[in-house]
């Protein structure tokens, strides 16, 4: 039997949503590959502020609806750390490839025109680059935020494809090959933003430091993260560097 968090589908006030993926900032469930360059506790903190700069970066945008999405066990207390500042809606299933698929599911299900799916760890990227994405959506099936790492930051569509994220290596090297290969499958129009990088590893901490030095108000929490965190930061670099 499917719980009432699964099946709610949410009015619509504008035919744009983004929905940013998350999960509830818990020691060991968020940004694990940072564990082995920061303790614990910086990893938690930074994703806390991540969230919470994405979801300001979503607010900011004009005539876009915005959500979570998260797995159900976490929409308890996503709900308390968010403050009720926007809904939260538990997927179906279990991993992020379960929650894309819930994404366009649920969304589209409600009628709004262009949905896009927004990682919780890009609060630095440009506001124009998400309005790109939702202008592409005006003339494509498909929109692909890229990363340089192989992966991508976002994803937009017009309805629901569930075999789009089937075994697409998500949190890999391949995940952005394996979707573009699966839409040329379903024969999907595919429009592409602007490469960029998300936060996984020490090496995108580092590059994101300056630049918040230099513009604290593209992600003013995560900018406060690296005046907490920076000495601890500048170790692990350190260490990086020696070998």
Known sequence: MESHNQTLVLPAK???TLVIMAKAPRPGAVKTRLNQSLPPAAVV?????LLQDTVALARSLNDVDVAVMCPESDKEELTHFLDNAVPVVAQNGEGLAAGLVSVFAHFTAAGIQHVIAFNSDSPHLA?????????SLS???LVIGPTHDGGYYLVGAKAAYPTLFENDGLGTSSALERLVARAKALKLSRSVTETFYDIDVAEDLIRLAPELALAPARAPRTAQWFAEWGQVLGQASDRMGEK
Request: hydrophobic share 30%; with cysteine.
């Open 127 to 135: 506001p124009s680059i998400l309005e790109s994405a939702f202008q």
């Open 14 to 16: 504008h035919s744009r």
């Open 45 to 49: 903190a930074l994703y806390r502020c």
């Open 139 to 141: 003339e494509s099936d």
